[in-house]
């Protein structure tokens, strides 16, 4: 998931499970299920929250840079078609079963219906997935693997049953390509019962450590939005690098699952990015309405995810912490 961060169509946000059996490496990120926080090691997987994300590209290899939207202006919202800048979401897992792994496989097409084996490498990766319910209480960051004909293919396991949409964020190596995030529909087979989105929060707690939102997300307005991480009350100030930054935030919008994936202001190495216990960035929420946010960050070689619901347009904001889970995933 570009540092920085402008708010583009996402899932979603968005981490984590991973692990793959193709191609070019296998890679499991933090994941949020049935509403708690998740916290995973250098390579598996494991279970928590929610999900939401607001996207923009900055310096120091994220995802392609993007303007902000000026003031007044809609930002663009991400992940709500399948097909777009003549590139197409192929996702040949339709359904699976509630409770019991799958292999989730898809390739990317472009307008000539052949599939995309080339791409640029964002925050240490090719492609990010993010997998999310659409009552936006489950929510996986993969990375899944390719193989040599493009298609990608990652071991995943669903809680529950009901709707789930699959965001496919990726800039195609083709000089001048810009970054796309492409959405489709995946159905989950079993006994179904929607959840309530949590209710907004400024703190959210998992195994342990306390992240802090301030800030205001802003419906066509940038705004900045700073998440500061404590452990057990002490702020956090040697926090790791994962995928190229300090922190990753995603923003999912309820209703439609419109994908925004924001990425922190500077990177680690660069001389004037600290740490933590701050992670600051800037965001552009592209309507009113609720919205949820997943920020994944790395302490003493475990990835988590804090999860937080806010509304945009309203002046109320927050975190929602939940379940904390803890795994391993492969990068």
Do not use: C
Request: net charge negative; aromatic share 6%; no cysteine.
């Amino acid at each position: 998931m570009q540092t920085g961060a402008k708010i583009t169509a996402f899932a979603a946000a968005l981490a984590a499970t991973f692990g793959a059996a193709y191609g070019v490496g296998q890679g499991v990120d933090p994941v949020v299920a049935d509403g708690r926080p998740a916290s995973h090691d250098t390579h598996a997987e494991a279970s928590s929250g929610a999900s939401g994300a607001p996207s923009r590209a900055d310096e120091g290899g994220g995802h392609a840079e993007h303007e902000p939207a000026r003031e007044g202006q809609a930002a663009q919202a991400g992940g709500l078609q399948i097909t777009e800048g003549g590139y197409t979401l192929d996702l040949r897992t339709r359904r699976i079963e509630a409770g019991r792994p799958a292999d989730l496989r898809f390739t990317i097409r472009d307008g000539k219906g052949r599939a995309v084996t080339s791409y640029q490498r964002e925050h240490d990766k090719e492609l990010h997935l993010i997998v999310a319910s659409r009552d936006l209480v489950t929510y996986r960051h993969l990375h899944p693997a390719r193989a040599a004909d493009g298609t990608w293919s990652i071991p995943v396991e669903l809680p529950r049953a009901g709707g789930y949409r699959v965001f496919a964020d990726f800039t195609p190596a083709k000089k001048g390509a810009e970054n796309l995030t492409l959405g489709a529909d995946l159905a989950a087979s079993g006994p179904y019962e929607p959840k309530d989105l949590p209710v907004p929060a400024r703190t959210a707690e998992v195994d342990g450590y306390q992240v802090e939102l301030a800030g205001e997300l802003r419906p066509g307005a940038s705004g900045e939005l700073e998440l500061t991480v404590l452990r057990d009350g002490r702020p956090v100030t040697d926090l790791e690098p994962y995928l190229g930054a300090y922190g990753h935030l995603v923003a999912l919008r309820s209703g439609d699952l419109a994908y925004l994936h924001v990425h922190p202001h500077g990177e680690p190495g660069d001389g004037r990015t600290e740490p933590g216990p701050g992670i600051s960035f800037t965001a552009t929420a592209p309507s009113a309405g609720s919205y949820r946010l997943f920020l994944d960050f790395k302490h003493e070689g475990v990835v988590r995810t804090a999860a937080f619901t806010v509304r945009a347009g309203d002046g109320e904001h927050g975190g929602s912490g939940g379940d904390g889970g803890s795994g391993t995933h492969g990068h």
